[in-house]
């Protein structure tokens, strides 16, 4: 009954520990400098960000970044902007979400996954055919040149959205520290053993 009780306190302390996240509320998620930098968002903060057609597709722009290093929101907000949230004839009839070459693809994964691997090898390393920095403004100067600006802009005005969006649902949907999570953990297993310890010890004094 003592350790029942011991660790039903514990749950509960880890249930009221303050709420913390690894960035905070007002911060960026990712390197605006470097479009191969880690977007750290999960599948469920990125389709809560996202619009219209592109929400179920979350979970590919992050399995991109994880395949090529090309960051999940960049990537989005490129797709957002070309296809207009997924609803642009090349995102419907071609499943062609960046109007890339203007390519039919087997599905709109495809359509991601293909891109990204395009911007990285091609755009965003140093012996890449168009490589001209890792800032949204240096893959312009390429992949959107005309008029000078004007894409990179429209392209971060979409990221720092999503960000935002982010953010709130950050707000709204609190993570606990890892690191607090554990030392309650092992607070519980701490105290398992020495009740253990204990329970030992008057068995054996039962017995004497």
Known sequence: MQMTALVLILLVLLSIVAPT???????????????????????EELEYALKGNLKSLAGTYIQAEEETGVNAIFIASISALESGW????????????????????????????????????????????????????????CYCPSPVGQWSSLVSQIMRQLNSSIQEYRIDHPQKSPEIVEEVKEEVRVQQKEYNAEMIKEEIQIII
């Not at 390197?31 to 977007?39: A, E, F, K, R, T």
């Not at 203007?102 to 055919?129: C, D, M, P, Q, W």
């Open 86 to 141: 997924g609803k642009s004839y090349m995102a419907t009839h071609k499943n062609n979400l960046f109007g890339y070459g203007s390519k039919t693809f087997s599905s709109k994964e495809e359509s991601i996954l293909h891109v990204a691997n395009a911007l990285k090898n091609n755009y965003l390393v140093s012996n890449g055919r168009y490589y001209n920095g890792t800032t949204v403004k240096a893959v312009e100067k």
């Open 21 to 43: 996240h690894s960035f905070a509320a007002s911060s960026t998620v990712y390197d605006v400098n470097n479009m191969l930098s880690p977007s750290n968002v999960t599948v």
